[in-house]
């Protein structure tokens, strides 16, 4: 097994993840199997029950695994299925060595950091890598493995350690090193600094590891000073020295580290110098499509979260992915939901009118996932909105679930109609508790990971999207679900439930009779989109919002529609009327 070890420096933020991601997809395309991991340095066990304001999106894998958001880049771009295991905590590992301890493993021994919390770690590392993710048999020849943290940080000092070990229990051949550091230039002199990355490197070397490669971010390419200053320095040669600079999307980055010859400094380095050139071709085109998209399809994000794109990355990411498909140039609409609420209309009246005027002005509102009360108003004024105007809607999760309320409020009458999970005394209870979930415990309790739904019928529009008649196979996380003795009278009143678990209790997808898209998902199709197969229903919403469903379902390929004027009025579908 190699190992790719991808540290960084100065400070944190600078691209790590797509980074680490990028070399793999490089060394991928040279026709090797790569495997990755993300060491997270914090004490939490896993990423389940941290705020996204704090840490970005908790990325759910086919486990069941809360992790960080990284190891979906990884997923993303490599197109692999990862465990929980991928994703090491200092949490873990504490956890593991102290059951260890308790069971008396250690034989009376005095349990250190050193040895047994760094032999526990390598242990790990070594284990995980061997666990094949990529569908076949065997383990992957390259381990590319992400520290988590900037070099320094007190937390991280356990793991530093360890792959300061690691490099000699696998040796020299099978260990390389990448540090990627900031290049920054200052606004009054102009010029790039190449200080912080020569600390950044002394401080790891200190450490007792020393970088193979440098990868540099900056905002404009390293001019060639900035390189032999950085290769004088930092005890790097030139040639690998690869800069990562600002690019009009992130399907770039594999493209710059292979030409720059960065995966000929990494197989140079393991020993792999045999293999053959990346075969990027498909990747490249894919980064060029991306940059050509002039014709805007305007998607409206009710949430929560507006502040943190990161608390949405993978919904981002799957919107990119069927926009590609359909040809169209996606422009996100951030739309706070309490921004919508009556409220505000007296407490922030520009703000109201704001957010009002911005989701009126768009072709499609998406509703994702999320925990609290905070915003529920408004996400259920948003479904309103979409559902009486006939604008392309997906609810994802929580999305899910008010479309529900909303429903039963505004179609069904019941006007007091809620989730317990806002009001616990709601005589209209359409979205309830599950029953087999902790009300105490919240961290790996919820409803999680890969499960199947079945089709209740192949005659909807979920069914042709995902194109299968019987079951899709998508990933949970939550903690309420709709309401089974409310199914009937919803039914009966328009609103189908298409799609349910395999008890048959359990609604699963939702679509609305008579609207161009109302769609609802309990599971979270995010986590599953690839940038070469977009998620079914994210592709469905933007086909709707772009006015090229109809082709899509009748044979037509999306890119083959004739594009809608950009100077087009955006406006609601007149002759519709919604189902009552």
Partial sequence: MKYVIVTGGVVSGLGKGVTASSI??????????????????????????????????????????????????????????????????TGKIYQAVIEKERRGDFLGKTVQ?????????????????????????GCADVCVIELGGTVGDIESMPFVEALRQFQFRVGRDNFCLVHVSLVPVLGVVGEQKTKPT???????RALGLTPHLLACRSAQPLEQVTKEKLSQFCHVPAENIINIYDVSNIWHIPLLLRDQQGHLAVLNKLQLSSAPPPALDSWAARAERCDNLTIPVKIAMVGKYTGLSDSYLSVLKALQHACIACSRKLVLEWVAATDLEDRAKEQTPEAYASAWNTLKNTHGVLVPGGFGDRGVQGKILAATYARENGVPYLGICLGMQLAVVEFARNVLGLKDAN?????????????????EVSKTQMG???????RKTLLQTADCISAKLYQKDTYVDERHRHRYEVNPEMVESIEAAGLHFVGKDTTGRRMEILELKGHPYYVGVQFHPEFKSRPGKPSAVFLGLILAASGQMDSYI????????????TSETIHPTPDYKHAD
Avoid at 554 to 565: D, E, F, Q
Wanted: proline share 6%; with cysteine; hydrophobic share 35%.
């Fill in 198 to 204: 020569q600390h950044s490197v002394r401080e790891l």
């Fill in 444 to 450: 790996g309790t919820m409803r999680l990971g890969a």
């Fill in 554 to 565: 009748n044979g037509v390929h999306p890119s083959t529609k004739l594009a809608r004027s």
């Fill in 113 to 137: 950091v050193v040895p047994h919390i760094t032999d526990a770690i390598q242990d790990w590392i070594e284990r995980v890598a061997n666990v094949p993710v990529d569908g076949l048999s």
């Fill in 419 to 435: 989730s317990t999970e806002f009001d616990s005394a709601t005589p209209h209870p359409c979205v309830v508790f599950m029953p």
């Fill in 24 to 89: 793999g997809v490089v060394l991928k395309a040279c026709g090797l199997r790569v495997t990755s991991i993300k060491i997270d340095p914090y004490l939490n066990t896993d990423a389940g029950t941290m705020s996204p304001f704090e840490h970005g999106e908790v990325f759910v894998l086919d486990d069941g695994g809360e992790v960080d958001l990284d190891l979906g880049n990884y997923e993303r771009f490599l197109d692999v299925t990862l465990t929980r295991d991928n994703n090491i905590t």
